[in-house]
């Protein structure tokens, strides 16, 4: 079953639910309206599909806060996107 799983380009349900599970905890940790993340996401994966082949079904996106040295909050936007091949 998984060699056709490969032929169809749309999202199985299951998929549709962990992407939008992974953009409501970015937005819970990282306070960014969950829009502007799937807008940023979008297009960070349009600008890098013009030169890399990505996986876009197992990209990961996310918000990290985390106190600096002085006690301010910092936050980092942490993007994890697999490459299938290098375009020339």
Do not use: C, W
Request: without cysteine.
């Amino acid at each position: 079953m998984g060699f056709f799983r490969g032929l169809s380009s749309k999202p199985t349900p299951k998929e549709v639910a962990k992407d939008r599970l992974k953009l409501i905890l970015i937005h819970d940790r990282g306070e960014i309206p969950v829009e502007t993340l799937e807008k940023i996401r979008k297009e960070i994966l349009a600008v890098i599909s013009k030169y890399i082949e990505i996986q876009v079904d197992d990209v990961e996106i996310s918000v990290n806060k985390s106190d600096d040295i002085e006690g301010e909050n910092a936050s980092a936007l942490i993007a994890n996107i697999p490459i299938k091949n290098i375009r020339r």
